[in-house]
């Protein structure tokens, strides 16, 4: 099994470039019982929301596609800067690579909300407001961080191979040969 790439990628550097989720959080443990991985990554959860423009996303939907995951808020400025290169990786992979954001600042709230913002940075990727569940069961249980952007790459099996929290423009290389890696395989 390949190693999980960008874990310790600059981990003190990840607490520079991000922002705090909610700051009357403690940041959750990694419970190493509940993310044991298969020789593939550790099993994506599946979830199901509605886009800014009223669109239906699930995640399994997705199967056979490399799918990155960027947890953001509206406000964070290293989320706000890794837009541009999620925008072109979507863009560029063309149908092979599916980007979803999902807004952590409108949990729980109609995804509405948030359209003004994505036409705002001229987002062309989906993106949803978040619930809980899904942060809890990317960030509580694979990171154990409450801090933002948390990125994922998910492969065509729908296991979680890679991911970072935080950002950095030094990381777009990163996740693009990660992302390159992916759709090379069988």
Do not use: H
């Amino acid at each position: 099994m390949k190693k999980l790439l960008l874990i310790g990628l600059a981990f003190s550097l990840a607490f520079s470039f991000s922002c705090e989720k909610d700051k009357n959080r403690e940041p959750q443990k990694v419970k190493t019982e509940e993310t044991s991985t298969s020789q593939n990554g550790i099993k994506a959860f599946d979830f199901s929301f509605t886009d800014v423009n009223g669109k239906p996303i699930k995640l399994s939907d997705y199967k056979g596609k490399v799918v990155v995951l960027q947890f953001f808020g509206t406000y964070c400025s290293p989320c706000r800067a890794e837009i541009p290169f999620l925008n072109r990786l979507y863009k560029e992979y063309n149908g092979k690579v599916v980007v979803i954001g999902l807004s952590v600042d409108y949990i729980d709230e109609p995804s509405s909300k948030l359209k003004p913002f994505v036409e705002e940075m001229n987002i062309s990727y989906p993106v949803v407001a978040s619930d809980e569940k899904a942060w809890e069961n990317y960030a509580g249980k694979i990171t154990g961080m409450d801090s933002i952007p948390q990125t994922f790459i998910i492969d065509k099996e729908g296991y979680i191979r890679y991911y970072n929290v935080g950002y950095i423009p030094q990381y777009d290389s990163l996740f693009e040969k990660a992302v390159k890696e992916l759709l090379e395989e069988k």
